[in-house]
């Protein structure tokens, strides 16, 4: 028997004011693997995190084994017809919530999609999960909460060509989500203490960090690149 989350109401009361860690792997990374994940999350939990994101089927099975912390999962499927990649579809929204994930992630962006998202927060809710959407605009949160989901994340700005590329965290977009006094998560290129307390002062209701944490080998290519070309020619 996995340990248990908590009832799935209580799921995104739990994470209030604290970090969530994502832990994934790129494709092609030596860390992708479940055990591997599963033993990041671990760490994840003794650092102090409240909560875990968590890609695929076999990490969210792997990782709930080992925590009862609540899960937010997602899946992240290249398709022909559509851009839409973060959990495409309910059945494997469905599937996520039934592996243990208290929260679902799903693409809420205005990209053409293979199924309306209302009835897939609909599923999700069925199936005893909360509903995080991921947003790149406030447009797109403002439909996502008319929609029927619980929250919005600001994980895919920066991913949509209309919305802003920025190589920092989307602070505009913080600002925007408070003042339509939208519930928010704040999510994506948050990679350093000071920047995730900052986020949490401008309202959001939890933090997200994945890369600056839990992707080793991309942290080393940030290293690398400052190094690059700034020896000192002495
Ligand atoms: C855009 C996209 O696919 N984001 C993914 C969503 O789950 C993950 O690859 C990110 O690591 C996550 O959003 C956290 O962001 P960062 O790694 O920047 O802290």
Redesign the pocket.
């Known amino acids: 028997m996995p340990p248990s989350d908590t009832s799935p109401s209580s799921t995104l009361e739990r994470l209030r004011g604290g970090l969530v860690v994502?832990c994934?792997a790129n494709p092609g990374s030596p860390l992708r693997d479940p055990y591997i994940i599963s033993r990041l999350a671990l760490a994840a939990e003794a650092g102090g995190a409240r909560g875990l994101?968590i890609?695929g089927f076999g990490d969210v099975q792997a990782v709930r084994a080992v925590t009862a912390l609540p899960i937010i999962g997602?899946t992240?499927t290249d398709r022909d017809d559509t851009d839409v990649y973060?959990t495409p579809t309910s059945a494997e929204a469905v599937n996520l919530a039934e592996l243990g994930a208290g929260i679902v992630?799903l693409d809420a962006t205005r990209r053409p999609r293979p199924e309306p998202l209302p009835d897939m927060i609909a599923a999700v809710h069925r199936a005893g999960a909360q509903v995080m959407a991921d947003i790149s605009t406030l447009d797109e949160a403002l439909t996502a909460m008319e929609a029927g989901a619980d929250i919005v994340g600001t994980?895919?700005s920066g991913?949509t060509p209309y919305s802003r590329q920025l190589t920092g965290p989307d602070w505009a977009l913080l600002a925007e989500l408070r003042a339509a006094g939208l519930p928010f998560v704040a999510?994506?290129?948050?990679n350093s203490p000071a920047e995730a307390a900052q986020a949490l002062g401008l309202g959001a209701h939890f933090v997200?960090?994945?890369?600056?944490i839990t992707?080793p080998d991309v942290v080393t290519g940030w290293f690398a690149q400052a190094l690059r070309g700034a020896a000192d020619p002495a």
């Open positions: 994502s994934q994101r890609q997602l992240k973060i992630a994980t895919l991913y999510e994506g290129r948050i997200v960090v994945g890369s600056a992707r």
